[in-house]
């Protein structure tokens, strides 16, 4: 999971901190638990991103089957959404149901695009958008629109696959010294009870798993950036 090798250095800091009694580095770890928790939904935020991407193109080839069996845009909207449970269905029904409830076409497009993964709906939008003030042959638009978010995603994946041995490499140079801590307390207890008592090795671990979640951060950053 993203971010999870920081989140668990954040978590065994904070368990060292709270250990030690001291003020300081208990804010610190605070600190370190509030980010482990950002982290952690920023993961949740990419795996929804990743979701929708995905079922995107999908959706809107059966979004152009139903306009093209002659349903309206919101009709076959609501069909389309209520035919799935994942987050792009979703996306839809909500569409439709802000028309049912006398919104705009244009006004609820607006609000399905200025969501956290609004640009992955952005061309459909612009294509339906269109289509209500000019006509056009809408089918072959949304269907077009659907075989770029295709070929996209296939390029995602390739590069995913060749960034695979970084991302693996990054989560487990970053687990390594976070098993070793977990390691010494079933091995030496007594020797880790030394270390909870001593707020300048407690500071010592905290700074160490910050620069470990900072490195984590950047190789994923690196290793995902053509993902996006």
Do not use: K, Y
């Not at 607006?110 to 003030?133: K, N």
């Amino acid at each position: 999971m993203t971010g999870s090798g920081i989140a668990a250095a954040g978590v065994v800091s904070n368990l060292l901190v709270v250990a030690s009694g001291s003020a300081t580095l208990r804010r610190c770890g605070m600190r370190g638990r509030d980010s482990g928790r950002l982290l952690i939904s920023r993961a949740a935020g990419g795996r929804r991103r990743r979701a929708i991407q995905s079922s995107v193109p999908g959706l809107l080839r059966a979004l152009a089957d139903g306009v093209e069996a002659g349903e309206t845009v919101m009709e076959a909207a609501r069909s389309v959404g209520r035919s799935g449970n994942g987050p792009g269905s979703r996306a839809l029904r909500v569409l439709a149901n802000d028309c049912e409830r006398g919104s705009s076409v244009d006004r609820s497009l607006r609000r399905l695009t200025a969501g956290p993964s609004g640009d992955l709906w952005a061309p459909a939008a612009f294509s339906i958008s269109i289509h209500q003030r000019c006509g056009g042959d809408l089918v072959r638009s949304l269907r077009a629109v659907a075989s770029a978010g295709e070929s996209a995603q296939r390029t995602r994946n390739d590069a995913r696959a060749a960034t695979a041995q970084a991302r693996f490499t990054a989560n487990l140079v970053c687990s390594m010294p976070v098993l070793a801590l977990l390691g010494l307390g079933l091995v030496a207890p007594g020797r880790l009870s030394r270390v909870c008592s001593n707020p300048l090795s407690i500071g010592m671990l905290l700074v160490a798993g910050v620069l470990q979640g900072t490195g984590l951060l950047v190789v994923r950053q690196l290793a995902s950036f053509p993902l996006r």
